[in-house]
């Protein structure tokens, strides 16, 4: 993702902003299977109150 760093006297350089991705195993217990995706973390903190299929459902996402 690009962002702007904007100095004091109000210059504006490009820069990059990392987006926290991580590479999570998660078990999904209506499939009776562990699922490997790469998501951010709070997308990871939905998925822990919702559970992964309604996530998916919720978001239009093929499991």
């Known amino acids: 993702m690009s962002a702007r760093s904007v100095s004091h006297s109000n210059i504006k350089t ?10 999570r195993r998660i078990w999904v217990p209506e499939f009776n ?11 990871l903190r939905s998925i822990d109150k919702l559970g992964l299929v309604a996530y998916a459902k919720q978001h239009g996402l093929k499991l």
Request: proline fraction near 5%; glycine fraction near 0%.
């Open 14 to 23: 490009p820069r990059w902003q990392n987006v926290n991705v991580q590479r």
């Open 33 to 43: 299977r562990f699922v490997t995706i790469k998501i951010t973390t709070s997308d």
